[in-house]
């Protein structure tokens, strides 16, 4: 009976080693590379630098430890960096909201919804890592690692979530998009083009227009090339409906003038004013009470962390979406950039720049490449 005891007791703590064992059988490395806020800054490559001898975390119960294969870059990155949300981060902090990989570990109660190997994305601090420790409440499973998914995390989401809860779309109605071409914004253009609405959407060149185009978009602006201000007095003299507005700064100021009677304008950011030291971008906002009254419109703002209570739902609709391909997921992997795809953690820093300098076409995504078996 002893021997059967012993037999018994080995096989239920193999089982739960298997929960620390890696992916496809190679053993997690000891150490890894992730890039962590040393500095408050907006400058992105001031403030962050790249760590290439951390502890690979553990998972805790409740907990996946996730390999990262891909990793999003968003605006708000360099606000995380000038630590504007949360007073009390003090350096060093890990950077990164979101990121998508294999379960590589997995605590004892995580396991009952997860298994080795499976593939999940999540919004969660710390993606800009080789391994990632995300609670099992917050991760998605995916289909497979495919860079698409990750654009409904944090994009697909803030878009569809602002426009579900505060822009009343209905047919017929003016949709104006600015920064249509990024990572949000052309969630914002196919979701108004599904509500039937006549869409309208700045961009910053040809190419970029054209993508427009090909989503839907009922009149892209290119602002290098059209005065944006004179096209929407010219062309919808009787105003837009719903701003969506991510840019910030004059574009803002369009945006508020161009609103029709009763118009809203949604307000998820304002990527214009983030490189400056107060992250602020100045608006004309003396005479925005007198607009406003005189329009009857209103200004609302979005931040996505205030809307968590729906993300779940939210992000299961746009992957059924994406699925039944309903949805386009433009993703930027960096294949036109200057040094070409981003690659590895160093390559973080330009894809950054990237955005920055207004070159994106859909979400900017970073590939982390891994080596199947590699015992490093």
Known sequence: AKRAM????????????QHFLDFKGSAIPRAMQKLVVTRLSPNFREAVTLRRDCAVPLPGDGDLLVRNRFVGVNASDINHSAGRYGPS??????????????????????????????????????????????????ATPVPSV???????????????????????????????????????????????????????????????????????????????????????????PEGVDVVFESVGG???????????TKGRLILIGF????????????????????????????????FLNHYLSKYQAAID???????????VCEVDLGALSPGGKFTGLESVFRAVDHMYMGKNTGKIVVELPHAVNSKL
């Open 89 to 138: 981060l003090k350096v060093p902090f890990d950077a990164g909201f979101e990121g998508i990989g294999e379960v590589v570990a997995l605590g004892l109660s995580a396991s009952a919804r997860y298994t080795v190997g499976q593939a999940v994305a999540y919004m969660a601090p710390g993606s800009f890592a080789e391994y990632t420790v995300v609670s099992a409440n917050v």
């Open 271 to 302: 990527i214009s004013g983030y490189q400056t030291p107060t992250g602020l971008s100045p608006v004309k906002a003396g005479t925005l009470p007198a607009k406003l009254l005189r329009k009857s419109a209103s200004i609302q703002g979005f």
């Open 146 to 236: 495919k860079p698409e998914y990750l654009a409904l995390l944090v994009s697909g989401t803030t878009a569809y979530l602002s426009l579900e809860e505060l822009g009343e779309l209905s047919e017929g109605k003016k949709v104006l998009v600015t920064a249509a071409a990024g990572g949000t914004g052309q969630f914002a253009v196919q979701l108004s083009k599904r509500a039937k609405c006549h869409v309208i959407g700045t961009c910053s060149s040809d190419e970029k227009s054209a993508f427009l185009k090909s989503l839907g978009c009922d009149r892209p602006i290119n602002y290098k090339t059209e005065n944006v201000g004179a096209v929407l007095k010219r062309e919808y």
């Open 250 to 260: 004059a574009l803002f100021d369009l945006a508020v003038n161009a609103l029709a």
């Open 6 to 17: 012993r037999a018994l007791r080995t096989i239920v703590d193999m089982s739960y080693a």
């Open 317 to 327: 609709h746009l992957l059924k979406m994406y699925e039944r391909g309903e949805l």
